[in-house]
């Protein structure tokens, strides 16, 4: 089986690591400290962080100094999301020494500047594609904002580097991934693609790294991990390749 990377997700709202359900406002449950928790990721061995603003995407605050004394304290890879939509959010992000940004409402409402930041930052960025069937969905995902498959073309043609694709609907579920809507996406471009959204188990994993031939290079592990459906160290060596 050929390796699959993750990416243990912490997720900060008020200060706080939480998860959410269907990325629902007021659906958080807490897990204490980001750092710590991003911490223990990394002692277990991760190889990257997902770091999440959540106020940020929300457009009710921000957590900008939080998030970069986490992403300044890893010695691993950090993806940066959560309310980078113009040049000082995405400045401020950059300047965290992150690896790579999402993008997710910029890339639907102000797609000249994506185009520009793409052609900036090359493989820093990455769009996140946040659906729910087949719409794309913006501002805390609160917005629809136009076809996947129309914006991912778009994207393509801008030299987006790599996608991350969230199914709204399974996002803090424990409900298992949308494995379909990977593979249409994977075939509907060539760039790679990180899943998101609904891994439940060891068998989820596997599910998601057979789809590595297919063009998935990632999946993002969130709730799993901080329900202790299985330990970052099992989930490292079920994808391990
Ligand atoms: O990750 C979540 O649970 C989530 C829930 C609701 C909104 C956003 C969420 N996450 C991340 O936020 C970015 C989008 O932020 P923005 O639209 O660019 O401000 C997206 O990539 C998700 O990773």
Same mark, same amino acid.
């Given at each position: ?9 912490? $997720? /900060? &709202? ?10 629902? @406002?007021?659906?958080?449950? @807490? ?35 939080? =998030? ?7 010695? =691993? ?6 309310? =980078?939509? $113009? ?23 102000? !797609?000249?500047? /994506? ?8 493989d820093q960025i990455? /769009? ?15 917005? $629809?904002?136009? $076809? ?8 393509? @043609?801008?030299?987006?580097? &790599? ?28 760039? !790679? ?9 060891l068998d989820d ?14 999946? =993002? ?13 099992e989930a490292l060596?079920? /994808?391990?390749?």
């Amino acid at each position: 089986m050929p390796k699959l990377e993750l990416l243990p997700a912490v $997720d /900060v &709202r008020d200060g706080q690591a939480v998860r959410l359900v269907h990325g629902e @406002s007021g659906s958080e449950t @807490s897990y204490g400290s980001p750092l710590e928790a991003a911490l223990a990721w990394q002692r277990a061995g991760a190889e990257w962080l997902h770091l999440v603003d959540l106020d940020a995407a929300f457009g009710t605050g921000d957590n900008r100094a939080l =998030i970069a004394e986490v992403a300044g304290a890893m010695d =691993i890879k950090v993806e940066l999301s959560g309310g =980078i939509r $113009d040049d000082a959010s995405l400045a401020a992000a950059l300047a965290t020494g992150c690896r790579r940004v999402n993008l997710g409402t910029a890339a639907l409402e102000t !797609p000249e500047w /994506v185009a520009k930041v793409i052609a900036e930052h090359g493989d820093q960025i990455a /769009v996140g594609l946040d659906v729910r069937g087949t719409t794309l969905r913006g501002r805390g995902w609160t917005r $629809d904002g136009g $076809d996947l498959y129309e914006t991912l073309a778009r994207l393509d @043609s801008e030299g987006c580097a &790599r996608y991350v694709v969230t199914d709204i609907a399974k996002d803090g579920t424990l409900q298992g991934p949308n494995l379909e809507l990977l593979k249409n996406v994977c075939a509907a471009t060539d760039k !790679p693609v990180v899943a998101s959204g609904g891994v439940s188990s060891l068998d989820d994993l596997r599910a998601i790294a057979s789809l590595v031939p297919d063009g998935v290079e990632g999946a =993002i592990v969130g709730k799993a991990l901080y329900a202790k459906a299985f330990t970052l160290e099992e989930a490292l060596q079920a /994808v391990s390749g």
